[in-house]
C-alpha cells in the first residue's frame, strides 16, 4: 500500500497557541486528502475533505476558522489547529485517499497526538 | 439506519479458532469495500480490500462480499493474540470517500 507519513507524531502546546500538523502521501497521487480526529476509545470521526489547489469541505459541527486545511499539492496537505485548547487534545490522523489501478484507494498516515495544556 | 454497521463487540475468540467479523451497507451503489486494522493508539492500518462478490483471500484473512445481501464479513484463521485490535469496515461508492463504521473491537485469548 502508499506510504503517507504524518509531522509531527507527538506534540505539547500551551494553550492559545496555534499548531500546524503535516501530512506528506509519499508514493500515491492523493486527490483528496482527509483530516480525521479521534478521542480515546471513540471511532474516527472525519473532520474535513479536501481536494488538491481547492477548499477544504468541513463536516457539520467543525469549525473551519479553527481547523485550517490547506491542500497545496497532490502530496501535501496541513491542518493548522488555531489557538488551541485543552478541549482539542486528540489524536489527529491525515488520510490520502485516490484512484489506484481505476479503483478508488485510501490510506491512512500514523497520527499526531495533540495534548493542549 | 447507519450507513455502515458493525457490532461494536467485544468479540472474544480463543488463539487458534477462526474470527468472523461482519458488517452491514446501506447505499446499494457502493463500490469498494476495505477492511482496516486500529490496534490502540495507532492509526488504521488497511489490511483487505474487495471489490467483487465472492471471497478475497489474503494469507490467514479472507474478505466476503455479498452486494445482493449488502454485506462484507472477515474472516481470520488461526487467530493470534496479535489480531487483538478493533476492526473497521469501510464502504465507498465509485471514486468518492469511505464512510466507515463503528469498528468492532476484537480479543484473542491466549
Known amino acids: 500500500g502508499a506510504v503517507v507519513s504524518q509531522h509531527p507524531s507527538r506534540v505539547i502546546c500551551k494553550s492559545g497557541t496555534s499548531v500546524k500538523i503535516e501530512c506528506r502521501s509519499l508514493?500515491?497521487?492523493?486527490?483528496?486528502m482527509f483530516w480525521y480526529r479521534q478521542f480515546p476509545k471513540q471511532s474516527l470521526m472525519l473532520m474535513a475533505t479536501s481536494n488538491e489547489g481547492s477548499k477544504a469541505t468541513y463536516e457539520q459541527g467543525v469549525e473551519k476558522d479553527k481547523f485550517l486545511i490547506n491542500h497545496a499539492s497532490l502530496t501535501l496537505s496541513t491542518l493548522t489547529v488555531t489557538s488551541a485548547h485543552p478541549e482539542d487534545s486528540s489524536f489527529y490522523i491525515c488520510?490520502?485517499?485516490?484512484?489506484?489501478?481505476?479503483?478508488?484507494?485510501?490510506?491512512f498516515g500514523p497520527g499526531t497526538r495533540l495534548t493542549v495544556t | 439506519q447507519k450507513e455502515v454497521e458493525q457490532n461494536s463487540g467485544p468479540l472474544s475468540v480463543p488463539e487458534g479458532a477462526i474470527a468472523s467479523l461482519n458488517c452491514t451497507y446501506s447505499d446499494r451503489g457502493s463500490q469498494s469495500f476495505f477492511w482496516y486494522r486500529q490496534y490502540s493508539g495507532k492509526s488504521p492500518e488497511l489490511i483487505m480490500f474487495i471489490y467483487s462478490n465472492g471471497d478475497k483471500e489474503d494469507g490467514r484473512f479472507t474478505a466476503q462480499l455479498n452486494k445482493a445481501s449488502q454485506y462484507v464479513s472477515l474472516l481470520i484463521r488461526d487467530s493470534q493474540p496479535s489480531d487483538s485490535a478493533t476492526y473497521l469496515c469501510?464502504?465507498?461508492?465509485?471514486?468518492?470517500?469511505?464512510?466507515f463504521g463503528q469498528g468492532t473491537r476484537l480479543t484473542i485469548n491466549p
Open positions: 488520510s490520502a485517499g485516490g484512484s489506484g489501478q481505476g479503483r478508488y484507494e485510501q490510506y
Open positions: 469501510a464502504v465507498s461508492p465509485l471514486y468518492q470517500k469511505l464512510v
Open positions: 508514493d500515491f497521487q492523493a486527490t483528496t
